[in-house]
């Protein structure tokens, strides 16, 4: 896998040779973003199975490595349920894809042309094993002509959105800035943001929505100056388990990664109530509140 610790400076690949091997990448965030840490657990497992080793504790040690993302528990699921967990896993990265580009048509279809978009985090390929999901959405809008210009928050403490979203949209041709994250309320005051889209690692059974932390502030700030605020995934990062975002656990990381100067507390996402969601996109379509009736419609299609 594409090492994202070491980007935007080095393009370095990792190579995970068992399963504690990829667990660790995923805790340490060489591979991260929802999808793309669900599509690493199953290969992650798949190579348990190839190697002969202990498969529960393979599957124990890969579903530790982050709390807060439901993909991962989700592909650790179905790849030990497949008869072919190599097979599975590679089909699971495919249909994460294919998924993104679906979701992508549909929430590009709810930007005016000339948006100006704000995002969070990183939601491109990087996070996804391919194409993005909120910033999967503004590639296709980028190419339907109806992107102006993406506001990147740089997303502290581990610069998700300075280091990968920016080489993503540099990759991509899309014009972009990048803003300190407490920048997005006086730009939106400014009358220089039209919509937030950003994407979640869980999204409970009401619409409550997980993701990076500072994605509440966000949602707050939208709802402040009466901006519409997308939230783009799968429907693999939907929890139908999980009926609020109270049940959510948020992942607490080391406190040296936001300072090592001072006692530091670092919560790496946070929860944006469902009445803050304009709506949420899936590769299903648009749904809106109320999402405890309309996201169980969207599993439906999808199952
Ligand atoms: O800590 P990270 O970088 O894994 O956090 C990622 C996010 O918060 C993303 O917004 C989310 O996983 C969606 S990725 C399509």
Redesign the pocket.
């Known amino acids: 896998m594409l090492d994202q610790r070491r980007l935007p400076d080095e393009e370095v690949e990792l190579e995970c040779r068992s399963a504690a091997e990829v667990a660790e990448a995923i805790r340490t965030?060489a591979v991260?973003?929802?999808?793309?840490?669900g599509i690493a657990a199953a290969y992650g497992y798949a190579l348990a199975v190839a190697r002969g080793e202990d498969l529960e504790a393979a599957a124990a040690t890969l579903a530790a490595a982050?709390p807060t993302?439901v993909n991962l528990a989700w592909a650790l699921r179905e790849v030990q349920a497949a008869d072919d967990p190599a097979g599975r896993a590679r089909e699971l990265h495919r249909q994460e894809v294919e998924r993104c580009r679906k979701m992508s048509v549909h929430a590009a279809a709810l930007l005016d042309p000339g948006t100006r978009a704000l995002t969070?985090?990183?939601?491109g390929g990087l996070?996804?094993g391919g194409y993005?999901?909120?910033l999967g959405a503004l590639r296709a809008a980028h190419e339907q002509g109806r992107l102006d210009h993406v506001w990147v928050d740089e997303t502290r403490p581990?610069l998700?959105g300075a280091r990968l979203t920016a080489w993503e949209l540099h990759a991509l041709g899309i014009p972009h800035a990048v803003i300190v994250d407490a920048a997005a309320g006086a730009l939106m005051a400014a009358g220089e943001v039209d919509c937030v889209l950003?994407?979640?690692?869980r999204i409970a059974a009401n619409g409550d929505t997980a993701?990076?932390v500072g994605t509440y502030s966000l949602a707050v700030l939208a709802a402040h100056h009466g901006l519409p605020f997308y939230v783009v995934?799968p429907t693999s990062?939907i929890d139908r388990e999980t009926l609020s975002g109270e049940a959510i656990v948020i992942e607490e990381r080391a406190p040296e990664e936001v300072t090592a100067r001072s006692p530091a507390r670092n919560p790496?996402?946070d929860v944006t109530p469902a009445e803050l969601v304009t709506a949420i996109v899936t590769e299903a379509g648009v749904h809106r509140a109320p999402y405890s009736e309309s996201l169980p419609r969207t599993m439906e299609v999808v199952r």
């Open positions: 965030l991260r973003g929802a999808p793309a840490i982050r993302a969070h985090c990183n939601t996070a996804t993005g999901t909120a581990l998700q950003v994407g979640a690692d993701n990076k995934a990062t790496a996402f």
